[in-house]
């Protein structure tokens, strides 16, 4: 199993651009999510999905577009790219929920 | 909306010592999880360790260990025979059901040797 896989590493977008952020994992698990990781705030989460076709908003969600057409995929959508995006997304995913959670290597995005 | 407190940004630890991180949450239900999550610099979010709030055994991971005292919403984590590769961000972690995920501010760990 490839477990959570998360592309591209690193990105760099100018603001207004936008853009998607992969997550994929091969586990067959219903719930995934996406969380932000900023300087001294620790993770904060942006959206989630308890399985395909449902979707629902975390803390953080304003800027960010999410969709979940099949189990294994749950991609993470900026729609105009602004320097307060400038932020390090980790995609987890969890058999039933985030109490037993994987996380994806993380992809770091500037936004200039 | 619960939160996570970690009130030591930073520690330090000489190798083969023991060392506690601390970590108290706000919360008013009894029903609940908590973790500690370590990120070492290679950014990789990695489960340390696991505690059920109905559980009243404290959970152990090898060198790893809790002290989970529910009524103080208290939640330490104890590293011993502290080793280099234990140098990380350790975050403190609550979920209950129904509500989102939530991370402490993170614990930095440097390991002396």
């Known amino acids: 199993n490839a477990g959570v896989t998360q592309t591209p590493k690193f990105q760099v977008l100018k603001t207004g651009q936008s853009m998607t952020l992969q997550c994929a994992q091969d586990m067959n698990h219903e719930y995934m999510s996406w969380y932000r990781q900023d300087p001294g705030m620790g993770l904060r989460l942006i959206h989630y999905?308890?399985?395909?076709?449902?979707?629902d908003q975390g803390e953080v969600p304003n800027g960010y577009n999410v969709s979940r057409s099949t189990t294994e995929d749950f991609p993470l959508r900026l729609l105009s790219a602004a320097p307060s995006q400038t932020s390090v997304y980790f995609c987890?995913?969890?058999?039933?929920?985030?109490?037993?959670?994987?996380f994806g290597p993380g992809t770091r995005l500037t936004v200039l | 909306a619960q939160t996570v407190t970690q009130s030591q940004p930073e520690m330090s630890v000489q190798e083969a010592e023991t060392v506690t991180l601390s970590c108290t949450y706000d919360t008013s239900e009894s029903d609940y999880y908590l973790f500690w999550y370590k990120q070492p610099p290679s950014r990789q979010m990695i489960l340390v360790i696991r505690q059920e709030a109905y559980k009243q055994q404290n959970a152990t991971e090898n060198r790893f260990s809790v002290n989970f005292q529910k009524a103080a919403k208290s939640f330490s984590l104890k590293i011993s025979d502290s080793q280099l590769g234990d140098a990380a961000m350790y975050f403190c972690?609550?979920?209950?059901?129904?509500?989102?995920?939530?991370f402490g501010p993170g614990t930095r760990l440097s390991v002396l040797p």
């Open positions: 999905s308890v399985g395909a076709g449902i979707t």
């Open positions: 972690a609550y979920y209950e059901r129904g509500q989102n995920f939530v």
């Open positions: 987890a995913s969890g058999l039933s929920g985030p109490d037993t959670q994987y």
